[in-house]
């Protein structure tokens, strides 16, 4: 027997839960928060290595349940309980099954296990002991254990008893297992989500799609407006009508503007007697009331009809002819709206109903335009309706964009739930990292949305007039807002580095040197004669090796010499040099970071500001505290220091001087003109306020005054305050940089701004010149005096002297000295993003509460890594076929009302997690009536729900269950054989793609690769295939996986070939041997191109026409270009063989080579390897070429085509024999 590693269960946790959901969630849960706090959780073995108890009537305990009694039968089937007893296995032994149907023994041990961590014992403990190659000899076994390994990939394994592991419970719901603590903790904040609650959304009929039951036809648009002439006779709005109609609960809703309580006035409105009655006219004519529908969904119906006929009394139409958000002819994101914050942007909307919209010349009751507007927001811009965020957010920014994106993620669990979420609330749930490849998707999707229109905003893209976004704007878009976000948060990411500590530098050093030594920081050594009127000094190795002293032979331990046993300590480098090198790259990426965070501040400011700084004459001034002077003293008296955390910026443009604060520490610039008029008065600047040069220079006391309402604390002491008051200060001119070329216009918006070569300019200078940082502050900083060194100097204490240099950073020192953890692990540089302007571009706000959010140390990372939008994905929206983003509607990008199995399974999966699976979506519940060519678009379960009138489908296997089950006449009676065909294919890709054959496929092919070898060979079978394997209904899936296991050991025999081939002297037998020039040159040519022509046409077994070959060997003999390069291989294989007879080819147990696309994947990564220069670059080209069989047909054609080619470029050719060939390829 095998036995593995002692593991861990949670067979103690409560599983007391009535829902046996929540029971096993729970259990997962606790588990989770203990793999945070434990250490070496991971290292021994992780959640395969964790168990719970699985509930009964749970989704997994149905799965498991077939498997369960399998093995039960094979436990007590004869020839195993005979087994058994000779491995002395006592009768209620604990079996599982794993995966791949080996069978273990877990074996429960009781025992107390302390760890000193966490303080909690593990009371049962189990060893598992492999007993499969016993069992396989058991000949009368042989058949139940296929069975078992058939059903045990189900489940991911199968156990005798109700215990699992954790992972393969997160494995069975399609969730990532956590390979590390920061990965548990995120699944832990997942599972700790509260279910969304959502509300209705009132737009939905209206909004509905094409070829949906409740589709708004031309007719049925039709007989809406004729419904409502009969009902009005022209002679009001509909919405004005029910205002009117209708009694209030109080006092009528306030006019104009949205409130907290809009949602209940409109559905107030939609659902007394007297509108519901006038609903039903409406639902009648359209022929939709349903006397057999429930009351709830006759009363929902109403609703959707009603306001749809409201909407289209005002001639509001969401089928936009653009790719833009245009609600009744204003565009929400118009270029001018850039800056202007979302509470200004919904303002002018509500105004633009109220004012603006009229049909027939009758305008919108004051009281309805809040109603008409939120219902509009809320199908096409809810991220308008979300109550607290703050209220200088703009548009335009990509704070905008990340509530954007926490917007949509919310509604994908819970439409409306955005709107009952805290701003806070739905970033956090945002920035949870996705916890498997569908919630991946679902990412994308709420991100590309967002990204568009920010791009849009900002002119990154251009505003086309067609209904679609383009590839190319797509590309854009998502390119210049993953380079924008990561310059932020790298921003972020640097200035929250800790600043380079000596000892911490030190003790890696001695830890890199001495490996051996486990005692660096114990004081152990001792000096012989200590120092004057002190006792002597007991340090550590740490101490005197920082103290630079350990290698003076003058230290020693009790009994032993430290040299002896460690000679390495005589010759370990200068820790003064690496912590000066530390030191030095560490101001290099604050000054980066500060120039990112001046550049972002000056694009903050309003855009007639930016104009004059882009393109305006620039000064810049420091500031220094000013001092009286003393009438009877004619002496220069010694400049105060200089301000070091802000400078002044001054702007000429068109005869008018402007100027500006920044602070350079928090990032923040304000325009303050009345410094302009001190410069005037001070006679700085001439009449037309262009700077007089004679004028700045200073005076006899080496001082220049101001007299100006500034904050001399934010300059001196790094932090604004409320002392802002006329006073006077000296300045000096740290330069004045010329104009540039270029318009105002340049600078319209802050993107714009922020890419100009101006603010980088400008940036980059005053960071040069005026950093609030010096070398000497950041060395005293992580200098980390040792009690050795400060005897040496005299006790000098170094903390005060520290606060004095960098003032600001006192009280973040004191915390981090304090053990703060949160403190501690953000560094000083995170103490000041707390009230840090490089905090707005991602959340909109700065301060304490933006912290609360998220921790600074964390905050750039998390926010690149989490938001970023998928250059891979974006792509993926376009139809390859036409070239149009097939999820991409017009006008808005309403995605999460959007199909495709992906999005269906994904968004399940998240309601079902996060316990919002009640979530309701009326009109898509409803999809049941399209055509055939409309129900190819429908996701595989819902396809599958509809086609068998079943809604308790739960998965692929149901489906394919059912088409086993279903008459194939029946079904053809109803359905066109392409939509069964269809159905079966993505029923079965989806099986196939979850299957062990895949998950191995995937660990040597990207996913996309396996994805299309899925697609491919689902593409096989039929209805009537199926029908073959009636009674065992896993077996076409478990044969498809087959398939892919046979690739995954080719792919495997293939690399290891190729690799070694690399490695070998290919100059040598058997690779040296050389075919018979008779047999492919009887006419005894003597051109080396004809010889080789002559060679490649004999060996083909398809016949090309020579001359193709002889022209072709020409071309590229004569020429340059890499035969190691990919595109120029696939342009000599399309030459070559222009007409190939096929475009896919499978898998396959008759040869060693892979698939096609399997090949083509593999052989690029393998060309790589390859060094052109070698002697043996041809024949291991060669071999590469033919042995990954990397094109569907007309492998053996190329790959001699290619060697001739790199023979005729040496100015020979030899021809290789076909034991060579097969020698090289690894075909033989």
């Given at each position: 027997m095998n036995d593995n590693l002692a593991i861990y269960n949670v067979a103690n946790f409560s599983t007391t839960f009535s829902d046996p959901e929540l029971s096993e969630k729970n259990q997962t849960t606790q588990a989770l928060g203990i793999s945070t706090n434990q250490p070496d959780f991971f290292k021994q073995g992780g959640f395969d290595n964790f168990h719970l108890h699985i509930t009964e009537d749970s989704q997994f305990y149905k799965a498991h349940r077939p498997g369960k009694l399998l093995l039960t039968g094979l436990v007590q089937h004869p020839a195993f309980i005979d087994a058994r007893a000779t491995l002395s296995l006592p009768k209620e032994t604990t079996f599982h099954a794993d995966t791949n149907g080996r069978i273990h023994v877990l074996e429960q041990v009781h025992k107390q296990i302390f760890h000193s961590a966490l303080g909690v014992r593990f009371r049962t403990v189990f060893e598992r002991h492999d007993i499969t190659s016993e069992i396989e000899q058991v000949a009368e076994l042989e058949k139940e254990l296929n069975t078992l390994k058939t059903q045990a990939q189900t489940t991911g394994g199968i156990s005798s008893t109700s215990l699992i592991s954790v992972a393969q419970w997160l494995r069975f719901h399609e969730i990532d297992v956590p390979q590390t603590a920061d990965q548990a903790a995120n699944l832990l904040d997942f599972f700790s989500i509260e279910p969304a609650k959502g509300r209705s959304n009132f737009c939905e009929v209206f909004a509905s799609a094409a070829h949906s039951r409740y589709e708004l036809t031309t007719e049925h648009r039709s007989t809406i407006w004729k419904v409502t002439d009969r009902l009005l006779d022209g002679n009001e709005l509909l919405i004005n009508h029910l205002i009117n109609v209708i009694s209030w609960q109080g006092a009528q809703p306030l006019p104009?503007?949205?409130?907290?309580?809009?949602?209940?006035?409109?559905?107030?409105?939609?659902?007394q007697p007297e509108t519901r009655a006038i609903a039903r006219h409406y639902t009648e004519a359209l022929g939709w009331h349903d006397a057999g529908m429930d009351a709830v969904s006759n009363i929902v119906l109403g609703r959707q009809v009603l306001l749809a006929a409201i909407m289209l009394d005002l001639r509001i139409n969401l089928d936009n002819k653009t790719s833009e958000i245009n609600i009744a002819g204003y565009t929400l994101y118009s270029t001018a709206n850039v800056e202007k914050s979302w509470l200004e942007v919904r303002a002018e909307l509500e105004s633009h109903f109220a004012n603006k919209v009229t049909s027939n010349g009758k305008y919108i009751d004051p009281a309805a335009v809040p109603m008409i507007v939120y219902a509009l927001?809320?199908?096409?811009?809810?991220a308008f309706l979300v109550q607290d965020a703050p209220a200088s957010l703009q548009v335009g920014s990509t704070a905008w964009v990340v509530l954007n994106r926490a917007v949509m993620l919310a509604e994908f669990s819970a439409a409306g739930s955005s709107q009952l979420l805290t701003y806070a609330e739905l970033l956090k749930r945002a920035m949870i990292a996705p916890i498997s490849h569908r919630q991946q998707l679902l990412h994308n999707a709420a991100t590309v949305q967002p990204v568009l229109y920010w791009a849009l905003i900002n002119e990154s893209i251009p505003r086309d007039s067609g209904s679609h976004f383009s590839q190319e704007a797509i590309n854009t878009a998502t390119t210049q807002y993953n380079d924008y976000l990561d310059e932020l948060s790298h921003c972020a990411n640097m200035l929250s580095t800790p600043i380079p500590s000596r000892k911490k530098l030190a003790l890696e050093t001695l830890k890199f040197h001495v490996p051996d030594c486990d005692f660096l920081e114990t004081k152990i050594l001792k000096k012989s004669r200590g120092f004057s009127g002190q006792d002597p000094l007991t340090i550590s190795i740490l101490d005197a090796y920082l103290s630079n002293n350990l290698a003076n032979r003058q230290w020693h331990m009790v009994g032993k010499d430290i040299y002896t046993l460690f000679p390495q300590l005589l010759t370990l480098p200068s820790i003064i040099e690496i912590f000066h090198q530390a030191v030095d790259a560490h101001l290099k990426r604050l000054e980066e970071a500060t120039t990112t965070v001046i550049r972002h501040a000056l694009a903050s400011l309003p855009q007639q500001d930016r104009g004059q700084l882009g393109v305006g004459e620039i000064g810049v001034f420091s500031l220094r505290r000013y001092v009286s002077r003393d009438p009877f003293n004619s002496q220069p008296i010694q400049?105060?220091?200089?301000?070091?955390?802000?400078?002044?910026?001054t702007a000429t443009l068109g005869n008018e001087l402007h100027c500006y604060e920044l602070n350079t520490l928090t990032g923040e610039c304000k325009k303050n003109q009345s410094l302009a008029q001190a410069f005037r008065v001070s006679g700085l600047v001439d009449e037309i306020d262009d700077f007089i040069p004679e004028a700045l220079i200073a005076n006899d006391r080496g001082e220049l005054s101001l007299n100006a309402a500034v904050d001399l604390d934010a300059y001196f002491n790094g932090k604004p305050?409320?002392?802002?008051?006329?006073?006077?200060?000296n300045v000096d001119l740290l330069s004045l940089l010329p104009r540039r070329t270029g318009s105002t216009a340049d600078y319209r918006s802050p993107l714009l701004a922020f890419r100009s070569m101006a603010f980088k300019d400008i940036a980059r200078f005053i960071v040069s010149e005026a950093l609030y940082v010096t070398k000497d502050s950041l060395i005293a900083a992580g200098f980390d005096k040792t009690e050795f060194e400060l005897r040496l100097e005299e006790d000098v204490r170094w903390a005060d002297t520290i606060a004095n240099i960098i003032i600001p950073f006192k009280s973040c020192i004191e915390d981090l000295e304090s053990g703060d953890k949160d403190r501690r692990t953000s560094g000083i540089w995170g103490c000041l993003l707390d009230g840090a302007a490089v905090l707005l571009p991602f959340i909109g706000f700065a301060g304490t509460a933006a912290n609360l959010l998220f921790k600074a140390g964390s905050l750039g990372s998390k926010i690149s890594s989490v938001t970023r939008l998928s250059l891979k994905f974006s792509l993926s929206l376009f139809n390859p076929v036409d070239g149009i983003p097939t999820l991409l509607g017009k006008g808005a990008v309403r995605i999460a009302k959007l199909g495709g199995s992906g999005f269906e399974l994904a968004t399940g999966q998240l309601r079902k997690l996060t316990g919002s699976a009640d979530a309701y979506d009326f009109v898509r519940a409803s999809q049941l009536n399209a055509a055939a060519e409309s129900r190819l678009a429908l996701p595989m379960l819902e396809h599958g729900r509809f086609v068998f009138k079943d809604p308790d489908l739960l998965d692929a296997e149901n489906v394919l269950q059912r088409l086993l089950k279903s008459n194939e006449s029946m079904l053809a009676n109803e359905f066109s054989n392409i939509e069964i065909k269809h159905l079966l294919e993505n029923s079965l890709s989806d099986i196939v793609l979850r299957s062990e054959g895949a998950k191995n496929l995937k660990t040597v092919l990207p996913a996309d690769a396996v994805d299309i070898i899925a697609?491919?060979?689902v593409q096989k079978y039929d209805l009537s295939h199926l029908h073959v394997y009636k009674d065992t209904p896993s077996a076409l899936p478990d044969i498809l996986s087959s398939v892919l296991d046979v690739e995954v050991k080719n792919i495997n025999f293939m690399n290891a070939h190729?690799?070694?081939?690399?490695?070998?002297?290919?100059?040598?037998?058997?690779?040296?041997?050389?075919?018979t020039e008779s047999t492919f040159n009887p006419g005894g040519l003597t051109d080396d191109v004809e010889r080789a022509a002559a060679w490649i046409f004999n060996a083909s077994g398809s016949k090309n026409d020579l001359e193709t070959f002889k022209s072709l060997l020409r071309e590229y003999a004569d020429n340059s270009d890499s035969l190691s390069d990919p595109s120029v291989l696939r342009q000599i294989h399309k030459k070559a063989i222009p007409t190939p007879e096929k475009i896919y080819r499978s898998p396959t147990v008759t040869a060693r080579y892979p698939a096609s696309v399997s090949g083509a994947h593999l052989l690029e990564k393998h060309l790589a390897k390859l060094d052109a220069s070698s002697e043996h670059f041809n024949k291991q080209l060669f071999g590469a070429l033919l042995g990954y069989h990397s094109f569907a047909d007309g492998n053996g054609r190329a790959a001699r085509t290619v060697y001739a080619i790199s023979e005729l470029r040496k100015g020979r050719f030899t021809a290789l024999s076909v034991p060579t060939e097969n020698a090289l390829s690894g075909l033989a």
């Open positions: 104009n503007a949205i409130q907290p309580q809009t949602y209940d006035d409109l559905q107030w409105l939609l659902s927001l809320t199908e096409l811009a809810p400049p105060t220091d200089r301000g070091r955390f802000g400078v002044i910026i305050s409320k002392n802002v008051v006329h006073q006077f200060f697609k491919h060979e190729q690799d070694n081939l690399l490695q070998l002297d290919l100059g040598k037998p058997p690779y040296i041997g050389v075919s």
